[in-house]
Structure formats: structure tokens, C-alpha cells
């Protein structure tokens, strides 16, 4: 048998090669963070408060902006505490609640942007049931049930995780802990997570990808199909900004998921991106591209 040794916490390594940028890079997350989370707790004050906003489609985005401010906030804090303290040491259970918590709104955004193009087919292609479909009360079964799915998931994820034995070096040249990075270290392999990854890809990803691209294909066949320029353009509109969220946050996720581990510099730009950019610019792209939403924040 080979002769392993077996560590109990991960150094992590950020950023390693620019120590002299560090100050402006601590500066430039901290407000990447202030502002996202000022951003998406004003919009979330305002769907509560404006009445005419309480309908299906802004409680979504209200939901949306509740998982943007968890992405900013698993992620950043604990890089600026390495940062500016020069701590890198991160232990397991550290790591792993991290993990974990990073899987939740992974998956609660992809079950979200899911329903948010379920909204959009039911109000433009079927208008007539929207209000018996997406009532208020299954609406809000709808978002506990998303919010249950990624607790429960992420929990038998990591759980499933923690039989693997960490002895490879346990130094990891990225920002957070994820299964990308963490699956590096490890010495022994477990079919049974390999197997849930798998599931998670196709239950997560896959699935909610798959439902949205078919309720905007005929979304958009409902739309050119309409005689009138102005309904064109006002149904178009009501969709736009969810199209620009869905192609930015697969897109970058697909880039940085499959990418092959040849340069970690690369795979964390995309992992920045992917973690702290795009929970900064969702809600922008909702305020500005939405009209009733821009109207209740002025």
C-alpha cells in the first residue's frame, strides 16, 4: 500500500504571483462587493415595498437577487480576510461549509432562471391561465420548493465528498473552495460522488437549460408570429434582459466547468467572473432593461 499523508486543512493561494497589487486587487473586491450587495438589496426593498410589483415574475427576481447577494457573500469575505490578513490557511470544515453553501445558490440561480423562463412562456404564449397558473400561492410553493431542492442537494453533495481522502499537496491555486479544485487534492476515489456529479450536471444544469431553451423557443415563435410592431417589441422586451442573465451566466459557467486544467491563472479569471461579476451585473441589466422595475427605483 502506498505510503500517504493525510492533511487536515488547504492553503490557498490567490492571485499568488501579484503580492504587490494586492492592496488594489482587496480594493477592487471590496467594492465589487459593496456595490452588489447595496444593488441587489435595493431591488429586493423595492419588490417588497411597491405593491404593484408583487406578482410572479418580481418575486423571482427578488429571489434572484437574494442569490446574488449569497454568491458576493460566501465568496468575498473570506478572500479579503487572506488578502489583507496574508492567512491563507483555510480548514476543512471551512472549506467544506464554503462548498457547500457555494452549491446552494448554484443551484437555486439554475432552478431560478428556469422558472423565470417558465414565467415568461406562460404569460406570453398562454396569457389567458398565467394568473391560475403562477398564482400567488403556487408561486410561492415554487420558490420554497427551489430553495428546499438546493439545500437538500448541496448537503447530499458534500456529504457524499467528505469519504474522499485529501493527501495529494494541498495547496490550491484558486479563491473559494469547489469540487474542481478540491478533487485535485484527492488520493482516493469515490464512484459514489462521481456519480452524483454527474446527476447534479444533468438534474442542475442540463434540465433547467434544456426547459428554458424550449419555453424561449416557442416564446419566440409566439412573438414574430404577432401581427402588431408594438407587441413585438413590448413582448421581446419583457424578455431580453432574462435572455442577456441566461447566455452570460451558462456561458461563462460552460467556458470555466470545461475547461482543461492547463492554466490556473485562466481557470480563476473565469471562476471571478463566473462568482462575483455576474451577481453584480444581474441586477443591473433587470433595473435597466425593466421598465416597471427602473420606474420603482426612481
Not at 191 to 200: H, W
Request: proline share 4%; net charge positive.
Amino acid at each position: 500500500m502506498k505510503n500517504y499523508t493525510f492533511v487536515k486543512y488547504f492553503y490557498m493561494l490567490p492571485f499568488s504571483g501579484e503580492t504587490r497589487y494586492k492592496p488594489f486587487i482587496s480594493i477592487f473586491f471590496f467594492l465589487i462587493y459593496l456595490i452588489g450587495v447595496l444593488v441587489n438589496s435595493s431591488i429586493i426593498t423595492v419588490i417588497c415595498l411597491e405593491v404593484q410589483l408583487h406578482k410572479p415574475m418580481y418575486l423571482f427576481i427578488c429571489n434572484l437577487s437574494i442569490v446574488d447577494i449569497f454568491y458576493l457573500t460566501v465568496m468575498i469575505p473570506k478572500l479579503l480576510h487572506m488578502l489583507l490578513s496574508g492567512d491563507h490557511i483555510v480548514f476543512f470544515p471551512q472549506c467544506y461549509a464554503q462548498w457547500y453553501f457555494f452549491t446552494v445558490v448554484v443551484g437555486a440561480e439554475g432552478l431560478l432562471l428556469f422558472i423565470m423562463a417558465y414565467d415568461r412562456y406562460v404569460a406570453i404564449c398562454i396569457p389567458l391561465h398565467y394568473h391560475q397558473i403562477l398564482s400567488q400561492r403556487n408561486s410561492t410553493l415554487i420558490t420554497i420548493g427551489i430553495w428546499a431542492a438546493a439545500f437538500l442537494n448541496s448537503l447530499l453533495y458534500v456529504v457524499t465528498a467528505l469519504n474522499m481522502s485529501t493527501c495529494h499537496s494541498n495547496v490550491i491555486h484558486q479563491f473559494f473552495c469547489d469540487a474542481k479544485s478540491l478533487t485535485k487534492t484527492n488520493c482516493t476515489s469515490s464512484e459514489m460522488f462521481f456519480v452524483i456529479t454527474g446527476i447534479e450536471i444533468v438534474i442542475f444544469a442540463f434540465v433547467p437549460l434544456l426547459g428554458t431553451c424550449i419555453s424561449y423557443i416557442n416564446v419566440l415563435s409566439v412573438i414574430f408570429s404577432m401581427t402588431s410592431r408594438d407587441s413585438r417589441r413590448k413582448s421581446f422586451s419583457t424578455c431580453s434582459s432574462h435572455i442577456t442573465v441566461i447566455t452570460i451566466y451558462y456561458g461563462t459557467g460552460l467556458i470555466g466547468y470545461l475547461m482543461p486544467p492547463y492554466s490556473d491563472v485562466l481557470d480563476l479569471s473565469f471562476n471571478v467572473v463566473y462568482t462575483t461579476i455576474i451577481p453584480l451585473i444581474n441586477p443591473i441589466i433587470y433595473s435597466l432593461q425593466n421598465a416597471n422595475v427602473k420606474t420603482a427605483l426612481l
